[in-house]
């Protein structure tokens, strides 16, 4: 619990404290602190982060959202492949750029597929990174 304003993210990750980053990505009051966390947790890659990450897929926040999707890539771990496969449908085409790099980060052929599908997408920059991870 944060008594005194928003957690310092910047000292939770220079201190490696995964578990103050995970507790900051559930803080509901700023959602600043949560994206920071889920960057955070990405570059500590650190596998207890998973559940969390996962979970913040589904933040009201587009860009809590997008820093999840990102350090998930970063994990390169294979539960992440079906929550990314997912949020290929966000409405946020940010969130879907980061989906189409974090599952090409996984580099599991399972993706192919979806990656296809996304070719259809309504932005052309979503389309173009689809592409991109194909090609």
């Known amino acids: 619990m ?11 990750i220079t201190k490696q404290d995964v578990r103050g980053l995970i507790e900051a990505l559930g803080n509901k009051k700023y959602g600043h ?7 955070g947790l990405g570059k500590l890659r650190d596998s207890r982060a998973i559940g969390p990450l996962i979970a913040a897929l589904k933040d009201k926040d587009y860009f809590v959202r997008t820093a999840a ?8 771990d294979a539960q992440a492949q079906e929550p990314l496969i997912a949020a ?3 409405w946020s085409a940010e969130v879907r750029i980061a989906s189409v790099k974090a599952l090409t980060e996984l580099k599991d052929i399972r993706a ?20 991109r991870a194909l090609g």
């Open 2 to 12: 944060f008594l005194f304003g928003p957690p310092n993210v910047k000292a939770m």
């Open 33 to 39: 602190v949560r994206a920071a966390a889920a960057e």
């Open 69 to 76: 999707v990102t350090a998930l890539g970063e994990l390169k």
């Open 88 to 90: 290929l449908e966000d």
């Open 112 to 131: 192919v597929d979806p990656l296809i599908a996304v070719l259809r997408d309504k932005d052309h920059r979503v389309k173009t990174e689809a592409a």
